[in-house]
């Protein structure tokens, strides 16, 4: 690690693991949300809908500015907006509000990410695709501890507003130190530092066929991790009959999947296998993943299922990012904001579809929609793998690393 911005990686890593719990807290309060605000299931999606709504509308502009006047003031701001976020929800009067909170939530991820990901990219220049990978494998903690601490407060009687609380307030403390962190600096010229291109291509990448496709994994990965992250739950009560309790494992097993995945992928992306691979074999697999939790409806193999459902799509997103900033690394904010407003539709657009599919067909219907997204996905990595291929020589790097 470079010493001198330790602190700063520490950090950013620590904002998402409170984002893996913030992100999917809404999914895993749906019980008590559909209570307190007197709506159903398809109307806690569309208060997750608002939330995308926030990222969506936020994310290319905090990419962009985050170039022209740093990293630091979006991360921070992401940390002060997803506490708002947190403390609002289980605090909100009625609807209304809580949909003005999430809309905060959105605004904060959208500036979280538009500052994050460039600077660990910029943090360790060596290891993009590990440093990338990483801050999922925080994420995917933080979304394996969350069930198990609302689990607890449920078992305990505890008021369920706890499990907003305490992420919001590590917000506030890592927002507050984060204000006097060091960043690296990034406007550095390619000519005097290590930022350079990290790989080399025969031809120009075209970011109409090589960025339009990886933008396009932009909108399938997270559109999936979304499916999964609210409704895995619900479809094992509705399909396989399991208490609130266990079905709530579900996501635990499923982000444990998550965790064990990205661990692996940072030491394998480091050296063995790079990172345009896993965006083409790992849809692959999660989709064979769903297939199997649609045709095994058991407890023990929905719990199997889940595992590999997070397993197999760990890691896509960011390391889709990467091969991003690959083809048009002088660029990284501006293709990070591009590309996480794909990330932005598809957490706008994808809750407020599922709500209707369930309110009019059956959790099952999700499921197969699913399936479907996750073929768009392979598509776009089979575009991605063969132009990356065509234009650039895995021999030529391999020897150059």
Known sequence: MNNKYSFTAIGCYMNYFVFGMAYIMIAQNMSFLTEQFHTDKAGVSFIISAFGLGRLLSL????????????????????????????????????????????????????????????????????AGSATVALKAFISFGSALLPLLIALFIQHDIFYGMSFFIPAFIFLVSGFMLVKAKFPNHKVSAENTESGPPVVFYTKPNFMIEGVAIIVIGFTAPALL???????????????????????KLMSYYSWGALLSVISLALLVRKTIRPVT??????????????????????????????????????????????????????????TGIMYTATGLATTLIPMVSGFITRYVDIHGVFVFALFVNFIGILAAGVVFYQYRKLTSFKQQQLAA
């Open 226 to 248: 979304y499916l999964m992250n609210i409704w895995i739950p619900t479809y094992g009560q509705e399909m396989i009959g399991m208490p609130l309790v266990d079905s709530l």
């Open 60 to 127: 290319y502009l905090g990419g962009v500015w985050s170039d022209k006047i740093g990293r630091k003031p979006f991360i921070v701001a992401g940390c002060l907006l997803f506490a708002v976020f947190l403390i609002g929800i289980p605090l909100s009067p009625n609807y209304v509000m809580a949909i003005v909170f999430a809309f905060c939530g959105g605004l904060g991820n959208a500036f979280l990410d538009a500052g994050t990901y460039p600077t660990v990219m910029e943090v360790f220049p060596k290891t």
């Open 278 to 335: 896993i965006v083409l074999v790992y849809p692959i697999l999660s989709f064979l993943s769903i297939l199997a939790l649609l045709t095994f409806k058991t407890p023990v193999l929905a719990m199997i299922s889940a595992f590999l459902i997070g397993f197999f799509l760990a890691g896509v997103l960011q390391l889709g990012l990467t091969v991003l900033c690959e083809f048009f690394w002088d660029r990284k904010g501006s293709v």
